[in-house]
């Protein structure tokens, strides 16, 4: 919660959840995202330096497959499908498919946790 109030006073956007491991991930508010970063980067640059941690930020959206892909980027997919709550992402070649499912299966399994808590989904598979 402390992460949350501090982030939103320094930035003024309007958090919807927050994420702490290794770094921080603030899932922002639709519409959001340009005032979270401010400008040239500034609120960002500002809060990494208050937390002392790398900031990650991602825009919700209600459409799961848009959230996905904001979730996944820089990462493009060639196309993403949801069918019966199991997100597949299709990536472009192997080197992208390679960094969607990470070491270990880090990548994918985050991905899958983060998308679970605000979507009733079963799991998220990269072909």
């Known amino acids: 919660m402390k992460y949350i109030s501090l982030f ?3 930035t003024g956007a309007k958090v919807k959840d927050c994420i702490v491991n290794d770094n921080i991930l603030f899932v922002v508010h639709e519409n959001e995202m340009g005032m979270a970063i401010g400008k040239a980067g500034s609120n960002i640059k500002r809060v990494e330096n ?3 941690k790398k900031i990650r930020l991602v825009e919700f959206s209600n459409n799961v497959l848009q959230f996905v892909e904001n979730l996944i980027y820089p990462l493009k997919a060639k196309e993403m499908k949801e069918e019966d709550g199991i997100v597949t992402i299709y990536g472009n070649d192997i080197k ?5 499912i990470g070491r270990d299966r880090h990548n994918i399994t985050s991905t899958s946790k983060i998308v679970k808590r605000h979507f009733k989904i079963e799991e998220i598979k990269v072909a």
């Open 96 to 100: 992208t498919k390679g960094m969607l």
């Open 8 to 10: 939103e006073s320094l």
């Open 50 to 52: 208050v937390f002392k």
